[in-house]
Each structure stands twice: as structure tokens, then as C-alpha cells.
């Protein structure tokens, strides 16, 4: 399998994770290139259930390596509660897993700016962040005030800290806010750093010196291409880039060396709430603007269509083919968010197949029904599917292609 960059075609929650964990035994890396601990990947093995935030979900093969590269934004206390609740479930990380000592840091003056800023957004505007501080932590990276993983061990970090935490408690105090516990606070840090330091490392020479050994990595993009920094429904929108294009600057493994790839029924048949969050997650029919303009941007050689299950009891399933707005009838996602807002979806109706699908094994034992809805959306999108997820457990994986 080629070096493959794996991302969500639409806003997120796709079930990237279990597709991630099923093209993992393909690979020898999995590398993670940007978003924080706002993001999730749940996967089943057997009858456990894991919930990651940021340490791939490869991590749960043996034997495979899985990197946090510079393009992500590490809260170096919960990921060692992550690293922690790992170990603890039997699963060794030693000499396998890596992080990026240019990840920049999340602190806690991240999550405070972050709840303030939602807080008084108006209800309109409110970008329905996680206030995991993720859009702080960016903001300061953007800003050049930043702090990085490698920072953390180094001798002079007490004072590079005990710098942003004084400049952020002017901040506080101006919102009316009570002032972090400096000293409390680098305690935590330098007890996480601990933890730590045999993971944080040079990912950038680490990742190409292995791809010049032949050996092939998985990278993975948390959230979806419509949450993307600049191609999303800004300013609806994560704050790093979620699309194929972000696995590069992501990690410093250069273009060249990368293959770019790829209702309240259906939310509760989905078990669609969010993996970080818990939050009902908004379910619709699928989007044939919203996945063409991902396929384009992108440059998807092959879908893998998840959940086709959950469809199984629906008697008629739409397609949005097109969008209708102001009079006009569009084919591509506009630019402009107000005037998003104001598209309504144009559907086609297709035939439900009122089977279960849970079981099979092989594209051919499908319903006639569930195979031309497939080959009906390869036909829209321009883009053939090449894994196909009938349930949430590994083996309930399909391979159409290869």
C-alpha cells in the first residue's frame, strides 16, 4: 500500500477511526497531522470499545508505530491520561509511538479564552467550539508566542511559561477572571513532561528517514474537509487544515512522497454523538456537492463509505445532487456562508432495500438495491469506493477494490 492520506469528505465524523484502524494492517505508520484533543476516533475491537483524541488509532495494532506530528496541537496532561488509560488496558506504546517536538502546547489559558469567546459570541455566531482551547493554541502559534513540545524539556521552560502565564493573567484580569496558579500550573506541565519526554522527538527526520526505507504510513486528518481553516463553511470552521493538502505542513513529509486518498434514525441506528463531545450529531443524506468539491480539493483516488447499515431499515433513501438558491440551481459549495445558509438540497429519491446488511462479507451478496445505490454514488461523485463498512467492528469491512 502507498503512503495514503486518509481524510473526512465532508464535516467530520465519518467514521474515519474504524476505516483508519482497518487500512492500518496495510501499513507500518500511522501519523496524525493536525487538530487536537477536540477531535475522536472510536473504534471496536472484539468486544472493547477505545475512544482516542490524539494518539492514532493504529496504536491498537501491534507492532505498528504511530506518530502526533508538528501539525497538531498536544494538551500534554491529557494525553498522558490517554497514554495512561492505554497502558492500563494492556496496550504498550514503547518505542512506537512518537510526538513531534515541534507540536505546539495547549494550556489552560487556551481553554479559558476559548470558553470566553463563545461565551459572549452571540448565539449566531457561535462556532460551537469544545473549548478544549484548540483555536487559542493556533491563534498563538499564528501570533509566534507560542510554546512547543520540545520547549517542555527544556531547562529554560520555568521562565518561558511563567512569561505567557503573566501576559495571559493581564487578560484574565481584564475579562474579570481569577488568575492562574502560575506555580500550579507549571508543576502539572513539568509532571506531564516527565511522562513524556521518551516520545517527543524529531517526527520530521523520524518520518522520512522510514519512507526512505520503503516503509509506508497512513496519515490521518481529524475532523472533516468542511471544517478545514480554508476550504470550510467559514467562519463554521476547526482552526488548522483538515484537508489532504495539511498532511504535508503537518508533518514535513513533502508532496511528492505522499498518494493523496482517501435524521434521528440515522442517528440513533449511526450512534451518531460525538466521540469528545457526546453531542447528537446533526445526520442528513449524502451530499454529492459537498463530495465532489472534497474529491476535488483533496485529489481522492477512492472512497471508503461508512455506515451503509445504518440505511438498512429506510424505505426511501435521498441524494442531494445539487443545491437550490436564490433562484439558482448550484452544483458546486458556495464560498460565501450566508449565502450557504439560504441553499436548500435538491434530492434524488432512490430505492431502500429493507435488508440487513450487518453480515455480508462480499459486495456481490449486497441487495440489488444496496449495490446500485453504491455504484450510483461512485457515478455522481466521479470517484470509486474502494472500502465499504457495514458495521462498526473490523471485520465488517468490505474491499471493493485491490
Known sequence: ??????????????????????????????????????????????????????????????????????????????????????EQRGTDLRGRFFVSDRAHIVFPYHRQRD????????????????????????GDKAARVGLRMGDLLDPVFPALLSERVAENNRLLAAWDLPPLDGAALLADYQAAA???????????????????????????????????????????????????GGACTGTGVAPHRISDATGAHLRERGHEFGATTGRPRRCGWFDV???????????????????????????????CVAYECDGRRLTSVPGNIRQLTRCRPVYEDFPGWSSPTKDVTRFADLPAQAQAYIRRLETLTGVPVGLLSVGPRRASTLKLIG
Open 289 to 319: 456537492v459537498v463530495a465532489r468539491y472534497s474529491a476535488m480539493i483533496n485529489g481522492v483516488d477512492e472512497w471508503a463509505l461508512t455506515k451503509l447499515d445504518v440505511l438498512d431499515e429506510v424505505p426511501v433513501i435521498k441524494i
Open 1 to 86: 500500500m502507498a503512503n495514503t492520506v486518509l481524510i473526512g469528505a465532508q464535516w467530520g465524523d465519518e467514521g474515519k477511526g474504524k476505516i483508519i484502524d482497518v487500512l492500518t494492517g496495510e501499513v507500518g505508520w500511522v501519523v496524525r497531522y493536525q487538530g487536537g484533543n477536540n477531535a475522536g476516533h472510536t473504534v471496536e475491537i472484539g468486544a472493547e470499545r477505545y475512544v482516542l483524541h490524539l494518539i492514532p488509532s493504529g496504536i491498537l495494532r501491534p507492532g505498528k508505530k504511530c506518530v502526533i506530528g508538528n501539525g497538531v496541537v498536544v494538551d500534554p496532561v491529557a494525553l498522558v491520561q490517554e497514554i495512561t488509560d492505554l
Open 115 to 138: 470558553e470566553r469567546h463563545e461565551h459572549a459570541a452571540a448565539d449566531s455566531s457561535k462556532i460551537g467550539t469544545t473549548k478544549r482551547g484548540i483555536g487559542p493554541a493556533y
Open 194 to 244: 516527565r511522562k513524556l519526554a521518551p516520545y517527543i522527538t524529531d517526527t520530521i527526520h523520524l518520518l522520512n528517514e522510514a519512507i526512505a526505507r520503503g516503509e509506508a504510513m497512513l496519515f490521518e486528518g481529524a475532523q472533516g474537509t468542511l471544517l478545514d481553516i480554508d476550504y470550510g463553511t467559514y467562519p463554521f470552521v476547526t482552526s488548522s487544515n483538515a484537508t489532504a
